[in-house]
């Protein structure tokens, strides 16, 4: 039976790992690396690093770290953060990493997205999408970590990155980020239902039937979480976690 994939994603600050509420108040978590090795151990599907200061600073993700993620990674992972040229995603892609994740540059440079598309394949190539509300409830993209609002509608971007070539969209809610009271539904599935390339969920995942509602209602292909897969209990201690196949299979039933 067919089961959504479901995706820790981790961001990156430094040589650290650390997670956000609304892209603000970023916590420590640990070291990276020891997190890959924890979810080898719990068999993730695949995972996504993601480095938040890479646009800001004007440079890409480091090799070395991918490098390192590819020699101890078990499973399929993307990368993104600051990517920019197609020599980057060739030497990112030679790393090892399956995925490249690119937001900022997608939305100044839609054009980039077919050219990346063309040279490496759709499946290669994932845009990200951070989305916040206006003042009267209206939806527009953010890029640069969610500091730089860009007046553009989620739903007509989604459908030109599919134009343009993307294989797949994670689609992630500033105003839900790290809240764990669920996914923004209503922005999920209207993205989800403008586009026939693959759609994942993210931002605000806190319990398994949050899993269920992106894929049963908002119709997410797949979902993807950060606290829900470092944090425990009700005082949020570090604790890398994820699902058994078992109880995987019974989120989706």
Known sequence: MFRPRVIPILLLKGHGLVKSIKFKDYRYIGDPINAVKIFNDLNADELVFLDIL??????????????KVGEEANMPFAVGGGIRTIKEIMEIIHAGAENVVINSYAVENPEFIRKASDEFGSSTIVVSMDVKKKLFGKSQLYTYGGSNSTGIDPVSFASLMQKMGAGEIIINSIENDGTMQGYD?????????SVSIPVVALGGAGKSDDFNKAVRQAYASAVAA???????????AVLINYPDKDVLGGIFK
């Open 226 to 236: 950060g606290s829900m897969f470092v944090f425990h209990g009700p005082r949020k």
């Open 185 to 193: 539904l209503e922005l999920i599935k209207s993205v989800a239902e």
């Open 54 to 67: 890479a646009s800001k600073q004007k440079r890409c993700i480091s090799l070395d770290f991918v490098r």
